[in-house]
C-alpha cells in the first residue's frame, strides 16, 4: 500500500521513472530521471545545487529558500503519485514539483496559465516592447535594498511613460501596459531592468476615441530616458534622505547617484509584434523567464559548469561561457527576488482597478469583438490543463502508446530535507 500524500503537494509533473508493479522507489534525494527513462535534459540545475550547495554562502533567506526548493523539487524528497497504464500496465512516478518562482522546472504550466487569463486583455493593434536599464553605479543601492530600490524602478518606469505619452505634443493619450521585472544578462550577470509591453496607442483625454501612434514608433527614446533618469534618481535621493535605504559602510551614495546623472542612459524600443497572438506568446516568454533555463545548460564537469548564452554584442551569436561551479551558483541565485515581491505589474487602462471597465470601451471603439473565453472546469487536473491548452496528452502511455496512465498509489514526501548548510547564513 502506497501511503497518502499530504494536502497541498498535488501539482506534479511526470517524471519517467518505469517502477516494477507494486514496488516504489523509497524517498529519498534521487532526481526522477535516475529512476529510469529520462525526460529532462541531461543537466539540470538541481544537479548543480546538489552536488555545490555547500559552497553557497551569505545567502538571504529567499535564497536559501528557493536552493533548497531547486534541489528537491520533481525528487522523492516531495513525494508523488504512482501510475500505470490502463492496457499494458506499465508504470511510473510522477513526484511533486517544488512550485518554487525560481526553478526552472516549475515555469512551463504556470505560463500557459497566465497566458490563457492574458487573453482577453490584447488589443488588436501594433505593441511595442520598452526596456528600462539603469547604470552600474546604482547597482549597489539596488543590490542592498532589492525590495525598495525595484519598486522604486517599477514607479520611475511606469510613471515616466505614462507621463510621456500623456502630453499633447508627444501621443496625448492615456495608454495601458505591462512592466515587468528582470535582474540578469546572458552571462547571469546583475543587470535589473524592466521590460515594457505596450499598445501602440491610447484613449484621448475624454476616453471618447482611440489615439494610435504612427506605425513603427511610439514615443521618442530620448525623452524617455531623460525623464526615467530625473525620476529614478529624485526617488532614489529622497529615499536615501529619509533613511529608507541601507548603505554599506564602504558606499557613498552621493558620489554614486552624481556618477549615475552624469551619464547618459538608455532605453530601448521597438515595435515588437505582427498580431495579437504573437503577442500573446511573446508575453508568456517574457513574463515567466528565469535566469537560466535547463536547456542552456551544457555540462558540469570538475567543478565547473559550462553553459550557452547569446552574445548580445555580437548579433545574437550563440557562445559558450565556463565558471566554477560555486560562481555559477552565486550568479544564479542572487537573481531570487524578495519574498511576495511582484514583478509583473500593470498601468493604466491594463490595471486592475480599470481594465475591466476600460477594456470593453477599447474594443467597441476599435470596433472588435471581445474574446469570449470558456472557463476551465473547476475540477480539471493539471494533465487535463495541459491537454486543453497545448494538446498534448501526457497521460498517454509511452511505452505502447494506446493506453492511458492513471493514478494507483501516492508517495509521502520524505520527512527529511535538502537544505543549504548551516553555515550559509544570511548576511
Known sequence: MHGAISPGASDTQRSGSPVSRGLVASPGLQPAHAHGRCRTPHLELADIVRAHGEQLLNLTIEQRRAANAIAGCRTALLGG??????????????????RNRSCPKCQNLRELRWVEKRQADVLPVEHHHLVFTIPDSLH???RTNPRQSYALLFASASETLIEVAA??????????????????TQTLLYHPHIHCIVPGGGLSENRSAWMASRK??????????????????SKLQSALEAQKLQVPPEHDPRRALARAAGKKWCVYSKPSFAGPEHVIRYLGRYTHRIAISNQRLVSMEDSQVTFRYKDRSNADRQRVMTLPADEFLHRYFQHVLPTGFVRIRYYGFLANCLRARLLPQLRQLLGVVAVLLVPAPPTETWQEQLLRLTGRDVTRCPACRQGHLVKVGTIRPSPKKWSIPSRATSP
Open 167 to 184: 502630453n499633447p505634443e508627444r501621443l496625448g493619450a492615456e495608454i495601458g501596459f505591462m512592466a515587468i521585472l528582470h535582474t540578469w
Open 81 to 98: 503519485h504512482v501510475y500505470r497504464c490502463e492496457a499494458c500496465e506499465y508504470e511510473e512516478i510522477s513526484y511533486n514539483s517544488c
Open 140 to 142: 549597489v543601492l539596488f
Open 216 to 233: 513603427g514608433f511610439f514615443l521618442p527614446v530620448r525623452v524617455l530616458a531623460t525623464v526615467f533618469r530625473g525620476k529614478l534618481l
